[in-house]
């Protein structure tokens, strides 16, 4: 069974960055699509970023588009959410989350594997 464990998340200033990374078991990420999603609270859950195994070109939402950068480690199993230039909008939770097939998709129903969230809190 695949298991996704999500890390990195936690308290930071405006204008300041974080990394996350995501520890993928249980299966091997490079044959999946991979996607970076958040949920603020009382929000839906927003897919912000994924790599579809298609074009093998990250794609971001217009949000976080030149501050944030997704990135994998295929030997480490590894993904990799780079926040810089945080904002108080950037509040929430955020998941990672890997899906069977090819095509990049924002919509979280058609994930398979979800890490447990990690906590990213944006205040001065």
């Known amino acids: 069974q695949g298991q996704l464990v999500e890390s990195g998340g936690g308290l930071v200033q405006p204008g300041g960055s974080l990394t996350l990374a995501c520890a993928a078991s249980?299966?091997?990420?490079?044959?999946?699509?991979i996607a970076w999603f958040r949920q603020a609270p009382g929000k839906e859950r927003e897919g912000i970023s994924c790599?579809?195994?298609?074009?093998?070109?990250?794609q971001y939402v217009d949000s976080v588009k030149g501050r944030f950068t997704i990135s994998s480690d295929t030997a480490k199993n590894m993904v990799y959410l780079q926040m810089d230039d945080l904002k108080p909008e950037d509040t929430a939770v955020y998941y990672c989350?890997?899906?069977?097939?090819?095509?990049?998709?924002?919509?979280?129903?058609?994930?398979?594997?979800w890490g447990q969230g990690t906590q990213v809190t944006v205040s001065s």
């Open positions: 249980g299966f091997r990420l490079e044959t999946y699509t």
């Open positions: 989350a890997a899906k069977r097939g090819i095509s990049a998709s924002d919509n979280p129903n058609n994930y398979d594997y």
């Open positions: 790599i579809s195994r298609s074009a093998n070109i990250p």
